[in-house]
């Protein structure tokens, strides 16, 4: 069975960090072209907070720049992503996504992440 399984998400104060994990399980990394991590806060859309897409190219949002970083280790088929600077609007649901390279998506089931003094 083909899973993604998030951790590492929780409440930080504002200006703090936290690092979130995913593994994949089930799958050849080989057969991976590129792993993300995507949040939903309430009320709006899913959207794209960075993404390694396997060949080198990493993107970010533009507002998480400079304050978070994905990293991916190939051998554990991991996925992370540092979160540094953390501010109240960074508060959403995590997800992690794994896109194969025949196109199809693969989701983890979320994490939270709640930035509040």
């Known amino acids: 069975q083909v899973q993604l399984v998030e951790s590492g998400g929780g409440l930080v104060q504002p200006g703090g960090s936290l690092r979130l994990s995913c593994a994949a399980s089930g799958i050849s990394g080989s057969s991976i072209g590129a792993m993300a991590w995507y949040r939903q806060a309430p009320g709006n859309r899913r959207e794209l907070v960075a993404v390694?897409?396997?060949?080198?190219?990493?993107n970010y949002a533009g507002f998480v720049k400079g304050r978070f970083t994905i990293s991916t280790d190939n051998i554990k088929n991991t996925v992370y992503l540092q979160m540094n600077s953390l501010k109240p609007e960074d508060t959403a649901i995590y997800y992690c996504?794994?896109?194969?390279?025949?196109?199809?998506?693969?989701w983890g089931q979320g994490t939270q992440v709640t930035v509040s003094a």
């Open positions: 390694d897409i396997r060949g080198g190219n990493i």
């Open positions: 996504n794994a896109r194969r390279i025949t196109g199809s998506d693969i």
